[in-house]
């Protein structure tokens, strides 16, 4: 109970009251809630009887009357509480006690009343009965604003709202849209493959080897069969053995994890999209794709342009096409065809970019691409036929055995798609997987160190011609929501441990607060304000700076105390 706030002291206590008074602030009993908000609004009908619940989220108490707003998920509508409507007897207690006393902003409430309009035209609940469903024990962060419309203690530190992701959402409901665009972007991909006759699977999350990319991945161990299992870093194998099974397309919304770096676009644990179909190839699939996109941006946002950034973005169809090697010679003037590892080892030097031994002609050639290229495509643009030795999955290209049929799609910089023509010959993905191995063996952390036996043998048996491809989804939703970090399309991404409060007394948190209000103050006159004797400001202030909490520098006149 020590470190509990002030005002959190103050809501058990109320919380207490409530109790003596034969309330059960948490009942169990189920609330009939008739409608919402925003269906209370559409439907309004002077004098209509109506039920409704939501978070209290503010009040203006005027004696026997009061104007609240409740939230509920569709938004707020404003309530009318009046002393003599909700205690028609003598009794009092309800309004006078429970009402003004007891109920905090943060409270969830169920209300039964009546439709009526304001002078000022705002469409209001007469509250005829109310009843306490939850007692919020924190209190919100409540932003405010003052009369000149300006916004004070929002709550819009990145790191406490990603923390405390379900403050955010209830003080910051913009922040909701965003969820509801991503979940109207999987149904409109869902509903686009479905129409399309493909055919949605699951496939393991634990598996015995990590396949289907080149990432880190993260290791259990399963102790009923005493074996190492990895968590997902892909899914492409399952389902392509599936597509040997029978399945003319097939798809998933995987959940994936790579034990890797943490970034504005990375995040350890993700969602990707990722379909294979037979039959088809590549250049099918980027037609596909460009289909896919424009469906899915109108269905999210009502047209196929978005704002990201300084940049309006267009999915309508179709979208320039770009081979890696024309995009390389176009931004650098060299052109990779032809050349060995070591030309293109050297011309990445002569470029500024940093290169070691380890790198092998792909792992330079991508080097180069990210470096020089990648940066300069804004409008959605496929990147062509890649060098075989940048793709290890992928079918070598009908018409230039040094390459592959693949494509990524590139939007402001950034790939949001890859796919491939399928590599359906078990010997050369079997030679494939084997120089991989060399690589990896010479130091290439993307190189895949595993041979996956079982898909071979499954190739072996014979897979038709397929396309497959990968998307990206929370990557594809930042650019539909204008979201430049992928922190904002999550509910929960992966945070650093919280560091706990320290514990430090109540001198050291009165001077902190003394210098949080000033920033910076000289040492006497810091020493003069909180008014304490030279033993107890002796102890405070080597408390405050052992902790890190404040420092004390020195200039040519004086000492300076500043909170850090």
Not at 96 to 120: A, H, P, S
Not at 170 to 177: A, G, I, R
């Amino acid at each position: 109970m020590s470190q509990l706030s002030e005002q959190e002291l103050v809501r058990r206590d109320k919380l207490s009251k409530l109790r003596e008074l034969g309330i059960n602030p948490y009942p169990a009993d189920l609330f009939p809630v008739e409608e919402t908000s925003k269906q209370v609004k559409q439907n309004f009908e002077e004098g209509k009887k109506v039920i409704i619940a939501g978070r209290l989220m503010s009040r203006r108490i005027q004696g026997n009357a009061s104007f609240a707003e409740l939230q509920d998920s569709e938004g707020r509508i404003q309530v009318y509480f009046n002393r003599d409507e909700i205690c028609s007897g003598d009794d009092k207690t309800k309004y006078n006690t429970v009402y003004k006393k007891l109920l905090d902003i943060g409270d969830f409430i169920g209300v039964t009343g009546e439709l009526f309009t304001t002078k000022v035209g705002e469409k209001t609940v007469m509250v005829k009965d109310f009843t306490l469903l939850s007692k919020a024990l924190k209190p919100l962060p409540q932003p405010r604003v003052d009369a000149d419309g300006k916004v004070h203690d929002a709550f819009t530190d990145a790191e406490q709202r990603y923390r405390q992701r379900y403050a955010d959402l209830v003080v910051n409901p913009h922040v909701k849209d965003v969820f509801v665009k991503r979940t109207k972007l999987f149904n409109a991909m869902r509903n686009f493959f479905n129409n399309a006759g493909y055919f949605e699977v699951e496939t393991p999350i634990l598996q015995p080897i990590p396949g289907g990319a080149a990432a880190r991945p993260f290791i259990t161990h399963h102790n009923s069969l005493d074996i190492p299992l990895y968590m997902r870093i892909a899914n492409e194998l399952y389902l392509k053995r599936l597509i040997v099974g029978g399945f003319d397309g097939v798809y998933e919304f995987s959940k994936n994890f790579r034990n890797e770096g943490m970034d504005r676009t990375h995040n350890p644990e993700f969602t990707a999209m990722e379909i294979y179909v037979a039959y088809k190839d590549y250049n099918w699939m980027m037609d596909f794709c460009e289909q896919l996109l424009e469906h899915c941006a109108t269905a999210v946002n009502g047209t196929t342009k978005v704002t990201f950034g300084d940049h309006e973005i267009d999915f309508k169809a179709p979208y320039a096409r770009v081979t890696m090697a024309d995009s390389i010679k176009h931004f650098t003037g060299f052109d990779i065809t032809g050349k060995s590892e070591t030309e293109i080892r050297e011309a990445a030097k002569s470029m500024g970019i940093e290169v070691d031994e380890t790198m092998g002609k792909g792992k330079l050639i991508d080097e180069i691409f990210g470096e020089k290229c990648e940066g300069n495509y804004i409008q959605p643009t496929f990147i062509t036929d890649y060098p075989k030795e940048m793709s290890p999955l992928c079918k070598e290209h009908r018409d230039n055995p040094e390459l592959t049929e693949r494509f990524e799609l590139m939007v402001c910089g950034k790939e949001i798609a890859n796919a491939y023509s399928e590599l359906n010959d078990p010997i050369d993905q079997r030679e494939r997987f084997e120089h991989q191995l060399k690589l990896a063996e010479k130091g290439d952390d993307e190189a895949t160190e595993f041979i996956d036996f079982d898909f071979l043998r499954a190739l072996e048996y014979g897979m038709p011609p397929t396309s497959g491809m990968g998307i990206g989804m929370d990557r594809l939703i930042m650019f539909l929501t204008n979201n430049q970090s992928i922190q904002e399309v999550l509910f929960f991404p992966q945070m650093r441990p919280e560091k706990k409060p320290l514990a430090i007394s109540d001198d050291a948190k009165a001077v902190l607060e003394l210098l949080k209000k000033a920033e910076k103050l000289e040492l006497i006159e810091l020493k003069t304000q909180s008014g304490l004797s030279n033993k107890k400001w002796d102890k405070t202030i080597k408390e405050l700076t052992k902790n890190k909490l404040a420092k004390v520098e020195k200039t040519d006149e004086n000492l300076l105390v500043e909170a850090v």
